[in-house]
């Protein structure tokens, strides 16, 4: 788990005319939230945002007003639909030694059998709870020589150590379909027509 520095600021604006001055600075509004406490409003470095927020799951290290160090984790992270920009940015401020509840992203490896099967992520992202300062960046799960029909299920899935399932045992993870036949789509157009 990678853990990035980040220097904030707080702030007292609030609003759409703030909101788009901190924009123009190439800076990004957020806001820290903290188990049973007032949420803190704070700017963050755009480009230095960006560049940590590549990483899934990150753990920040926030230097507020140049004194005080917290660590936090995004919670939700909010981009203009057009240009892409971080318009804004929720993070939960977490402690060392807590257990936290995220999503870790599921890669396959492998080849399914041969034959045309399709592969469905039913859950591209799996829920889990790890320590806060060791969250896991993802699993792979193979899928080599998979048919059609076969399933993983969350259970099914190594996790990293001091790592727990936040979802049910049987939950599909991720299983492998049969491709349907150009025959039979026209088959049904024909059926369909008539």
Known sequence: MSEVKISVATR??????????????????????????????????????????RTPNVLLE????????????????????????????????VKRGETVQVEIPVQTEGELAPGG?????????????AEATNIPEGVTVSIAGLEAGAAILAKDITLPTGTKLAVEDDAVVIQVLAAQAEEALEGEDEAAEA
């Open 12 to 53: 007292t604006e609030f609003g759409k005319g703030a909101a788009r001055r901190i924009r123009r600075e190439s800076n990004v509004p957020g806001v820290v939230y903290e188990h049973g406490l007032e949420p803190l409003h704070v700017t963050l470095p755009g480009h230095e945002l960006l560049m940590a927020l």
């Open 62 to 93: 926030l230097v507020i007003d140049g004194k005080e160090t917290q660590l936090a984790i995004p919670k939700a992270v909010q981009r203009d639909p057009l240009k892409g920009f971080l318009a804004h940015v929720d993070l939960l401020k």
């Open 117 to 129: 099967y399709l592969l469905e992520h039913v859950l591209p992202a799996l829920p889990v709870e």
